[in-house]
């Protein structure tokens, strides 16, 4: 497993933008997605998109063509863009990194979007 920090999130009005960061404490060998999953309140967390080792990329209907997720290898660092941020967006949103047989959690960064 890996310590995962989350960064980057704060208020921000609709159809503004925000970039997360997850940054890796360690150099990551052999994973097979690092990716990002958000919580709203009294809601069950969601997946929300991930990026393969080998680069491919996916993403939750909701988000598709608003958020971007790429991939800083020698930061150990992944973001996540969100433009045109909607009030629903408002969540914590984890870091998360997937091994054949361990997950790893960040402790969640907030995100809030007014109308």
């Known amino acids: 497993q890996v310590q995962l920090v989350e960064s980057g999130g704060g208020l921000v009005q609709a159809g503004g933008s925000l970039r997360l960061s997850c940054t890796a404490a360690?150099?990551?060998?052999?994973?097979?997605?690092m990716g990002w999953y958000r919580q709203a309140p009294e809601k069950q967390r969601e997946w929300v998109e991930r990026i393969f080792s080998g680069g491919t990329t996916s993403y939750a209907e909701a988000v598709k063509g608003r958020f971007t997720i790429s991939r800083d290898n020698a930061k150990n660092t992944v973001y996540l863009q969100m433009n045109s941020l909607k009030p629903e967006d408002t969540a914590v949103y984890y870091c998360n990194c997937e091994f054949t047989s361990a997950t790893s959690w960040g402790r969640g960064t907030q995100v809030t979007v007014s109308s």
């Open positions: 360690r150099r990551i060998f052999s994973f097979v997605s």
